[in-house]
């Protein structure tokens, strides 16, 4: 199957600094990007779309100046959490998709996120 | 809008069967998918319906009926390796064909 990359697997930072998550597809293109978010125990809240080459498309209460996405090119799309918070502190999934070629969504192992 | 509802937690005994049930109300119905995740890890793709009916793959089997907004995922043979979540995801026309997620149901099992 395809597979989808995201890096870091982890990581610490402090209250007001900004991180970036990458998510990569490494055998396919992906025309079509999400990003997903998870609390402890909780299901997977989509947080934005992102189709290559154009703005992301965020849910209701997602924050855009907050969540910054980028999908520069068919094979990449990053989340910059910026001013992060202790609240920002969640497991973050992408998964991608090629539309033309399949009905399916390919995760990558995610990225937990710790803001001290 | 969707909904998706799902038992929060099911117990069930190794070897034995198991049905997870699920149910959604969504105006732009366009296919149904079940995934399994261990905690700590991603989500990975069990099955798709769009179509009413029965799907089987090993184990595990998926039916669909649409006319009532109804799916439940069947886990054969039960192994300890199944205790995880499993969550029920609806994609929606009306909304970009965006996989919505139910919020999933635990499974426990017991030796």
């Known amino acids: 199957g395809a597979v989808v990359s995201q890096h870091p697997s982890w990581v610490i930072c402090k209250s007001g600094t900004s991180v970036k998550i990458e998510c990569r597809s490494l055998?396919?293109?992906?025309?079509?990007m999400f990003w997903y978010r998870q609390f402890p125990k909780q299901s997977l809240m989509l947080m934005a779309t992102s189709n290559e080459g154009s703005k992301a498309t965020y849910e209701q209460g997602v924050e855009k100046d907050k969540f910054l996405i980028n999908h520069a090119s068919l094979t990449l799309s990053t989340l910059t959490v910026t001013s992060a918070h202790p609240e920002d502190s969640s497991f973050y999934i992408c998964?991608?998709?090629?539309?033309?070629?399949?009905?399916?969504?390919?995760f990558g192992p995610g990225t937990r996120l710790t803001v001290t | 809008g969707q909904n998706i509802d799902q038992p929060t937690e099911m117990t069930a005994t190794e070897g034995a069967i198991v049905q997870i049930n699920c149910t959604y109300q969504?105006?732009?119905?366009?296919?149904l998918f079940w995934y399994q995740q261990h905690a700590g890890e991603a989500p990975t793709f069990l099955s798709y319906?769009?179509?009413?009916g029965l799907e089987e793959k090993g184990r595990f089997s998926s039916f669909l009926s649409r006319s009532k907004g109804y799916s439940y995922l069947l886990l054969k043979e039960l192994q300890m390796k199944d205790s995880a979540s499993y969550l029920c995801?609806?994609?929606?026309?009306?909304?970009?064909?965006?996989?919505?997620f139910g919020k999933g149901t635990r499974l426990h099992i017991l030796p």
């Open positions: 969504t105006s732009g119905f366009n296919g």
């Open positions: 055998d396919f293109q992906a025309t079509t």
């Open positions: 995801a609806v994609r929606d026309r009306n909304r970009d064909d965006k996989i919505i």
């Open positions: 998964s991608a998709t090629n539309h033309r070629e399949s009905y399916e969504q390919y």
């Open positions: 319906n769009v179509l009413d």
